[in-house]
């Protein structure tokens, strides 16, 4: 399945499960990612 953007932020890459009440996808956020990695520069330097 192909990998979807949600919001311009929020990356889903793959059903985990599914039934009755929804799908769970695996996703991530890739503002928090960009942020956390900037901030872990600025911290060491």
Do not use: E, K, P
Request: net charge positive; proline share 0%; hydrophobic share 40%.
């Amino acid at each position: 399945m192909a990998r979807r953007l949600l919001g311009g932020c929020y990356r889903f890459d793959t059903v985990l499960g599914g039934g009755g009440m929804g799908t769970v996808w695996r996703g991530y956020d890739l503002v928090f990612t960009a942020l956390n990695s900037h901030l872990d520069a600025v911290a060491t330097g």
